[in-house]
């Protein structure tokens, strides 16, 4: 299998499985009791806070773990809109993922008004509309730091900018910034950030938020007061154990060597396909992240195809790929319909090899032809 959905998911590092491990087997005592065993998980816990403090230049008491990305987008919408009513106004990126979309949904049922702020071709969140949507009061403006989809990284110290002069609060969903772009609060003084641990090469189903010390919030979960109160529930010692040493393992030089992997499949499919559009070329772009457009191709046979071949990559985001409509991040590009569904999204990581892309070229090039001899499609015609 050649693994190139790493946007989807990434593959837990050994030293993250291995440092979990302990927490499953031995130290499973509830963190909140009482003995010896239990301050030992604590310090654990704390520790792991530290290292993602660290990484995003947060203070230690502005990091809280959650269970994953959605949630900590969740918890940050309802919060702001909770405590200020008498600010109605959301406003949020076009092309965010479904877990701030669905809550600023929410946040419309629940009263308050969601302005969708335009990006234009190249991906990039446009600062000027935003400027004159600042004019009207707002609460909160939430613009991802990087997109899942196309890897385009949005102007956030602009967007910080512009918001706080307007008297607004920042939230950011960094789910696929952290690691792969510097992400630093003390620069970018976001008012809220989220991330998740398996975008990390931690485990699922633990995620963190920061909260600045200088904005209020409100906990989604309530209940026994863990996380200093902001974050009930007992926490999940051995995937925030975990979240920690997969801090520490992205701190390492793998940059660079996946950025030139990325560079190489996508030179290597233009080479032979290249009427193949590369999406947010213009932008500033993860070098994790490609996605490509296949003029005349299904991409959901085309994901058949490269299944079989052992690529597994993605069209539109995975969890839209059990029904596949069009990409809302390629149309708000606008890409038209026919072009969004020719769209494949192939993701990179530490643990790809040049070996794998080069194969994964073949794969490509392969199915493509294929499906244009499927689809009756004239190449060059
Ligand atoms: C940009 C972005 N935000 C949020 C999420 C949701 O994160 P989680 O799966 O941890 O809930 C994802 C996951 O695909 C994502 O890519």
Redesign the pocket.
């Known amino acids: 299998m050649i693994y190139l959905d790493s946007?989807?998911t990434t593959q837990p590092a050994p030293e993250v499985v291995e440092a979990m491990l302990p927490y499953l087997r031995e130290r499973w005592v509830n963190p909140s009791s009482s003995y010896r065993g239990a301050r030992e998980v604590r310090k654990a816990i704390e520790g792991a806070r530290g290292a993602v403090a660290e990484w995003i230049g947060a203070e230690v008491e502005e990091v809280v773990f959650t269970s994953?990305?959605?949630?900590s987008?969740n918890a940050v919408h309802d919060s702001v809109r909770a405590l200020w009513p008498e600010r109605r106004r959301l406003i949020v990126g076009a092309t965010e993922?479904a877990?701030?979309m669905e809550s600023a949904e929410r946040w419309v049922r629940n009263g308050g008004e969601k302005v969708v702020l335009p990006v234009g071709r190249d991906g990039v969140v446009e600062l000027g509309v935003l400027r004159e949507m600042l004019r009207e009061p707002t609460a909160l403006v939430s613009v991802?730091w990087a997109?899942?989809e196309t890897g385009v990284v949005a102007p956030m110290a602009e967007v910080v900018a512009m918001a706080h002069e307007a008297g607004a609060l920042v939230h950011t969903?960094a789910?696929?910034a952290v690691g792969k772009v510097a992400v630093d609060v003390r620069e970018v003084a976001v008012d809220f950030l989220?991330l998740?641990g398996?975008?990390v090469h931690a485990a699922k189903g633990v995620?963190a938020l920061f909260v600045s010390r200088r904005a209020r919030y409100l906990p989604l979960l309530v209940g026994g007061g863990q996380e200093s109160g902001r974050r009930s529930g007992t926490e999940n010692v051995a995937g925030i154990v975990g979240l920690g040493v997969a801090v520490a393992l992205m701190r390492g030089q793998d940059g660079p060597r996946v950025t030139a992997m990325r560079d190489a499949f996508e030179a290597g499919v233009l080479k032979r396909v290249p009427e193949v559009v590369v999406n947010g070329l213009e932008a500033r772009r993860l070098g994790t992240t490609s996605s490509l457009t296949f003029p005349g191709v299904d991409a959901a046979g085309m994901l058949i195809l490269l299944d079989k071949a052992g690529v597994c990559c993605s069209a539109g985001?995975?969890?839209h790929t059990g029904a596949l409509h069009a990409s809302h991040v390629l149309e708000a590009m606008g890409l038209d319909a026919g072009h969004a569904g020719s769209t494949l999204r192939f993701s990179f990581c530490r643990y790809n090899t040049m070996e794998e892309v080069e194969r994964a070229v073949e794969g490509v090039v392969a199915g493509g032809e294929k499906m244009r001899m499927l689809m009756g499609v004239v190449v060059g015609g």
Do not use: L, R
Not at 68 to 71: A, H, I, K, L
């Open positions: 946007n989807a994953c990305g959605t949630e987008v993922h877990a701030v991802m997109n899942n969903d789910v696929q989220s998740s398996h975008k995620g985001s995975a969890c």
